[in-house]
């Protein structure tokens, strides 16, 4: 499957693993996800024998143990095992009816993806080259539309899709890759293969460190709102800096900006859009953040797989442009639906006037629009909020304010060190939004030990910092009026 994506990263991933990164928590978290959406999905066809080995090296026992449950007429196998032609594949789940066997691969995303069917194709070509005949092969997905009510229906929690017909017409592909994928193993250097789209396609490939490193932190890679096509273009052209720009490349008038601030270090200010975007804030100023977490196997009454559930919020309060700045925050507990006190708290802390500044205010006015719909009780208060929602983002967003070192971003973990160099994102435990995802989920049934109150804090500390960054921010937009 590496070998699909790019057959350097397949070599690499043989030859030299250590180049790949450490795996981040936000990659923790969707192998996570997958393990326990498989766990999940096992209980469709439940009591299986289990052939998974004990680890990567065992994996000849695995084979040798489905071929004797096949023998042995068994009904259902977990991570059944097969070798073939110098491959090897394990399947998610195997069963056998009326002496026909049906193959199973359980995915955690919401539908079929092209790789998945690719998968499928090897897997059927190395079972069946192994001599199982295999009356049909399904995905298994989850099912976006099921909404919990009560204990998990698991029939309507996953989606099952025959690919069979696909995967019969992708046989021959499978074996000619195979052979291509085994002289690329056999190769003594690193394959030659430049960078392009298929880096992150299907997935970010881990090797990007390696292979990207003659690309600057600054590059045309970073060039505001140019489609990634065009990017390559340039590159394959030898173009990678602003420098190496031609005179008749056409620029928008944002490129454009990012390319002069760059080039002359400078600087852009628009303080008459400035001012009139500021002299719609109402004092009291309310800098609202939220965090949400995403549970692929729905944990709450009315939710549905994968839904954004907001389980934590900070808010700073300026009453005055004079008054001390006040805190207020919520965090809750995995293991109760955190929803209904997380709106009512805010709607106590929010009141009825002054504006309420978000950064990226689209994603909260999504999540406090769900709420509308999950709890309509508070739908009128949270209308009221809705109503004075203000976009912190859009100075930046606009390019009324840019310095070189945003970078071509006005994402807040650009804009925040370039504007407030000593607060800062790095060195903290729980740096971005998709950490503090993982950490909340890996919270769910955890003991109330050390490291529980530790992960809490660090959660604390970050979205308290979101909200505080914008205090900053908007203080500096102030000043600079
Ligand atoms: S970074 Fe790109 S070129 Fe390098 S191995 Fe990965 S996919 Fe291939």
Known sequence: MMGQQCPKRLWLHKNRPDLKPEISAGQEMIFARGTNVGKFARQLFP??????????FHYRESVQQTFDWIEAAEPVFYEAAFQYGGVMAALDILVQK???????EVKSSTEVKDQYIMDAALQYFVMT??????????????????????????????SIVSVKEMVLKLQDIILS????????????????????????EPYECEFKGHCWKHIPELSVFNLTRLWSTKKFDLYYKGIIEFRQLPGDFVLSNAQELQV????????????SQIKQWLQQLEYPIYFMDFETFMPAVPLYDNSHPYQQIPFQFSIHIKESPESELQHYF????????????????????????????????????????????????????IDLILDRLVDLMEPFQNKWYYTPEMNGSYSIKYVLPALIPELSYKNMEIGNGGVAMAAFEGLINMP?????????????EYCKLDTLAMVRILGKLQKCI
């Not at 009591?47 to 990567?56: H, M, R, T, W, Y």
């Not at 005949?133 to 029939?155: K, P, Q």
């Not at 009512?344 to 504006?355: A, E, R, V």
């Not at 109330?448 to 604390?460: Q, S």
Request: proline fraction near 4%; charged fraction near 30%.
């Open 47 to 56: 009591g299986g024998k289990d052939a998974s080995p004990i680890n990567s």
């Open 98 to 104: 009326d002496g026909k066997w049906y193959a199973y």
């Open 129 to 158: 080259g192994a001599g199982l005949e295999i009356d049909d092969i399904y995905i298994v997905h989850i099912n976006t539309t099921y909404a919990r009510a009560g204990e998990l229906d698991l029939n309507q929690l996953f």
């Open 177 to 200: 890759q195979n052979e291509e994928y085994k002289q690329v193993l056999e190769l003594t250097e690193e394959p030659v293969k430049d960078i392009g789209p298929h880096c992150d």
């Open 260 to 271: 002069r601030a760059q080039k002359d270090n400078y600087t852009h200010i628009d303080i």
């Open 330 to 381: 919520y965090l809750g507990e995995p293991e109760h639906d955190p929803r209904s006190e997380f709106i009512m708290q805010l709607i106590q802390i929010i009141g009825g006037k002054g504006t309420v500044l978000a950064y990226n205010k689209g994603f909260e006015a999504s999540r406090l629009k769900e709420l509308q719909t999950d709890f309509p009780e508070f739908a009128v208060k």
């Open 448 to 460: 109330d030990t050390a490291a529980k109150i530790k992960i809490r804090n660090a959660l604390l």
